[in-house]
């Protein structure tokens, strides 16, 4: 099981895109219209019975970068799309359809920065495929019977992209050392001021706009219980595993241990602000035996 932790740094400390070919239409949620602009459908695990292959859709309403899915087997897919939704605040709209591949049997819907919805039936909306789903997955969905959640949704994509597949993303600055050089130092001071619980020693590592936000949730009431929450949720021992950094940003690859034992993995993003590194964002995901 994973779980994982993607949001700006003081909210981990505390807890008009162009649309992609292939996908068009919307959901409302609420009445509020939600646009979805990129989408992805494969022949993925049944999250409840992995040894089950299970016709699904993926639908975004912010594009995957190019390359996300390189490599990746459909069964890494729904790892990809859940971290893409925390770092970029996308919805998902996710479609499982049923033996016959034919009808959609269970809805999943995340909305940042905290909203799901899930349904489960023998008919879902109303699915039409213009073909049976193959090499490619053209057709539409719609959803008009929920008080809600209402969609309409017109999809062509191959299986496994909605554009290209396999464009590896270009690659940008250089590699740093085997510690993460200064921007790994930044961090790894981070990571134990976070542990210590010092609120001054986390502030002086932090952008100055999160370190901003932090500054005035020291005057919450509750400040005290979140920063213990803060110290909970930090790592307990923690590496870098690699690194690279041009002369405005930095990204980290980092693993470890959880408190409890789970392994994590992370990415970590800096800039540089001031003529010093900066950390901007930390995304950790947790693998739970």
Not at 20 to 39: H, M, N, R, S, W
Not at 127 to 156: Q, R, V, Y
Not at 175 to 180: C, H, N, S, V
Not at 251 to 260: C, Y
Request: proline share 6%; with cysteine; aromatic share 6%.
């Amino acid at each position: 099981m994973q779980r994982h932790v993607c949001v700006p740094l003081f909210l981990s400390a505390l807890i008009a895109l162009p649309a992609q070919a292939g996908v068009t239409g919307q959901c409302k949620l609420e009445g509020k219209p939600i646009k979805f602009v990129d989408g992805y459908a494969a022949m993925a695990p049944d999250p409840f019975e992995k040894t089950k292959q299970v016709a699904t859709f993926w639908f975004l309403s912010v594009p995957l970068e190019a390359g996300a899915l390189a490599g990746k087997k459909p069964a890494d897919f729904d790892d990809v799309m859940s971290s893409h939704a925390f770092d970029k605040d996308s919805t998902t709209l996710e479609l499982r359809l049923d033996e016959g591949k034919k009808v959609v049997e269970q809805l999943q819907m995340y909305v940042p920065p905290g909203t799901s919805r899930s349904m489960s039936s023998n008919a879902v909306g109303k699915l039409a495929l213009k073909a049976p789903f193959g090499a490619k997955a053209a057709g539409s969905w719609a959803l008009t019977d929920d008080d809600d959640l209402n969609c309409n949704i017109s999809f062509d994509l191959a299986m496994g992209a909605s554009g290209p597949a396999g464009v590896a993303p270009k690659a940008w600055g250089t590699a740093l050392p085997a510690d993460g050089g200064a921007p790994g130092a930044v961090y790894m001071a981070m990571h134990k001021a976070t542990l210590a619980g010092d609120v001054d020693g986390m502030l002086k590592h932090a952008t100055k706009a999160r370190a901003a936000e932090m500054d005035k949730a020291r005057k919450d009431p509750d400040f005290k219980m979140m920063l213990e929450m803060i110290k909970a949720m930090e790592p307990k021992d923690v590496r870098i595993v690699s690194g690279r950094a041009d002369a405005t940003k930095a990204e980290l690859q980092i693993a470890g241990k959880e408190g409890d034992g789970a392994s994590m993995t992370g990415t970590v993003k800096l800039v540089m602000e001031g003529g010093a590194w900066k950390i901007e964002k930390v995304d950790t995901k947790s693998t739970m035996k």
